[in-house]
């Protein structure tokens, strides 16, 4: 049970091909079996992990395997001289490298920012989804020596398997052989009945057989004769699965495929890959006006915040230049401008004025007059 059920792997040691298990998991292998159960009336034989390690060396004592040592193998001088100079050489290039994409970086940062935004973001989606193949680990190779002392002990210990029984299923196979190749042997004497249908047997099976290697040829020139015909644009297949690395009924399925290959499919990709990269150059030419609109908004802010103290100042002149309008625009409605006058002029305005009195006088006695 030990042998067959518990978990091992092979390597060479000494050169041989042997299977070696670990300690710890043999033990485990035997708690869980049915003799670490009790039954009716009878106790269990391992109820402890220490009754199963005194049990285990006692079978390493009767040579069903023996205790092995782990020893790492190192890598020659050559190699490391060889992987040094790769190394060097390789930092060489990374640092030209490095120096030609410093120059071109200060033009395309924000477009592999974003980029890289992106990226992360499919990454950890691809993270998520169950399936994904993951980054394979560096193993260090190892090999196997004898280890002068034998004994089991639970842990991470290695022990190699001397015990190596012929199992079950591989000796029924070898005698169902064995018995098929005597009776081949024996067909001469079989009876006569059996030996007709064997004969229509084998005729049938040969019959199948040539029947499909006369389709896929039927198929190959069906295939040539529409191609030649339709001038490379058609591709018609029988039973396209023929001879592909699928099942006996998958084989048949599907019967035909047909595909065309002319100029309109050529324009139809043609014109997927231009919606394809126009879509990705809206969207670049998106991002870069989103941006544009954030940083003049903020040199609007930092602008209005600066003109804020001159602005008042501003206002102040403009109320005052105002005011002065105002008046000027309320003294020439009523009639109160100063302007420069002669002194001649000043005495015949007098006189004029002195002349319009006396009117005023008579015109204002002569009604008296009247009235009385």
């Known amino acids: 049970y030990l042998r067959f059920n518990c978990p091992t792997k092979s390597t060479n040691m000494m050169g041989h091909r042997v299977d070696y298990f670990i300690a710890s998991k043999a033990v485990d292998c035997l708690l869980d079996s049915k003799w670490a159960k009790a ?8 109820t402890t992990r220490e009754s199963v390690v005194d049990y285990c060396n006692r079978l390493l004592k009767k040579q069903f395997f023996h205790r092995a040592l782990k020893v790492m193998k190192m890598k020659p001088d050559k190699d490391t001289k060889k992987e040094k100079e790769k ?4 930092s060489g290039k990374e640092e030209e490298k490095k120096s030609k994409k410093e120059s071109s970086k200060d033009e395309k940062t924000k477009k592999e920012k974003e980029k890289k935004k992106d990226g992360e973001k499919e990454e950890c989606k691809k993270d998520e989804t169950p399936g994904t193949p993951k980054k394979k680990e560096t193993k260090r190779k190892f090999k196997l020596e004898p280890h002068e002392d034998q004994v089991f002990l639970d842990g991470n210990e290695v022990y190699v398997w001397i015990y190596d ?5 591989t000796f029924a196979m070898g005698l ?15 009876p006569a009945e ?14 199948f057989v040539a029947s499909i290697l006369l389709l896929a040829v039927a198929r190959c020139i069906l295939f040539l004769i529409i191609w030649l015909i339709t001038g490379g644009r058609h591709h018609f ?20 495929t047909h595909e065309y290959k002319g100029p309109k499919a050529d324009l139809k990709k043609e014109e997927k890959s231009e919606s394809k990269k126009q879509q990705k150059y809206d969207s670049e030419e998106k991002s870069d006006s989103e941006k544009k609109e954030e940083e003049d908004g903020k040199t609007e802010a930092t602008r209005n915040s600066g003109t804020e103290g001159s602005g008042g100042e501003r206002h102040s002149d403009t109320d005052s230049d105002r005011r002065e309008d105002d008046r000027s625009q309320h003294s020439s409605g009523n009639g109160n401008d100063f302007e420069m006058i002669t002194k001649e002029e000043l005495e015949q305005q007098t006189d004029e004025g002195d002349c319009e009195e006396d009117e005023d006088e008579d015109t204002e006695s002569r009604p008296s007059h009247e009235k009385s």
Do not use: Q
Not at 165 to 169: L, T
Not at 197 to 203: H, K
């Open 39 to 46: 039954k009716k009336g009878e106790e269990a034989l391992f």
């Open 194 to 207: 059996m030996r007709v249908g064997v004969y229509y047997l084998s005729v049938g099976a040969g019959c």
């Open 176 to 190: 169902v052989l064995v018995i098929a190749v005597i009776a081949a042997t024996l067909f001469p004497l079989w």
């Open 87 to 90: 190394g060097k050489a390789e």
């Open 237 to 256: 297949w029988f039973l396209p699965n023929l001879t592909a690395d699928v099942g006996f009924i998958d084989s048949f399925r599907p019967l035909y």
């Open 165 to 169: 029984p012929v199992h079950f299923k």
